[in-house]
């Protein structure tokens, strides 16, 4: 069993920056995918970034609405992802989850986190 805990979220001002963390604890592998998803009120969950780790390295992977502002980053020794969100725009404003799945090719996940509120004022 994997879990996962989010934190970074907060209050920020339109044009500031967030960095997130997602740390994983139990059961962990040495190939994975995680992935940052988020959900904004009366929305679907939808999906911001992943990062896919194989035995030839490190994939990243983004919406088409954060590349350029968001950048998604890990620390093996630990077993910690970062989203650092830059160039914040009030549409960003969700409740940010990471995800993480033992299949780096796979786009499905099978442990989630509690989720971190991300709030930018305009």
């Known amino acids: 069993q994997v879990q996962l805990v989010e934190s970074g979220g907060g209050l920020v001002q339109a044009g500031g920056s967030l960095r997130l963390s997602c740390a994983a604890s139990g059961r962990t592998f040495r190939r994975y995918a995680m992935g940052w998803f988020r959900q904004a009120p009366g929305k679907e969950r939808e999906f911001v970034s992943r990062?896919?780790?194989?035995?030839?390295?490190?994939?990243?992977y983004y919406a088409d609405s954060v590349k350029g502002r968001f950048t998604i980053s890990r620390d093996s020794a630990k077993n910690t992802v970062y989203l650092q969100m830059n160039s914040l725009k009030p549409e960003d404003t969700a409740v940010y989850y990471c995800a993480a799945s033992n299949d780096p090719y796979s786009d499905s996940y099978d442990y989630w986190g509690q989720g971190t509120q991300v709030t930018v004022s305009s």
């Open positions: 990062i896919s780790i194989t035995w030839s390295g490190a994939n990243t």
